[in-house]
């Protein structure tokens, strides 16, 4: 499937329990299970984004729209380092 002809691909916000650190071994160990569990459609192709938080409503409903906005914009810079992607690409399950 041709990534580039896609207009979303899923992508996941991922916030950490107090005193974990972002790495690039959680990540490759989050992408991997995902990949082991879900069909290939439902692979994180688009990424993983470190949050210290995630938006919600008054009514605790996550705001997927603020989610899609931050997607597109400023936190491209806290997603997963490019040797984690790598690896977990190559990975064969």
């Known amino acids: 499937m ?3 002809l896609q207009s979303e691909v899923p992508l996941a916000y991922i916030t950490l ?3 974990s650190v972002e790495r690039d071994e959680t990540a490759f160990e989050i992408l991997t299970y995902v990949k082991a569990q879900l069909i290939y459609y439902k692979h994180i192709r688009g990424g993983i ?3 210290s938080t995630i938006p919600r409503s008054a009514s ?4 997927k729209r603020v989610l899609r906005d931050r997607a597109g914009g ?3 810079g806290k997603q997963i380092g490019a040797v984690a992607y ?6 064969k399950l």
């Open 2 to 4: 041709n990534e580039d």
């Open 17 to 19: 329990k107090e005193g």
């Open 49 to 51: 984004i470190w949050a």
């Open 60 to 63: 605790g409903k996550i705001l």
């Open 74 to 76: 400023a936190d491209k």
């Open 86 to 91: 790598k690896k977990y690409r190559q990975s």
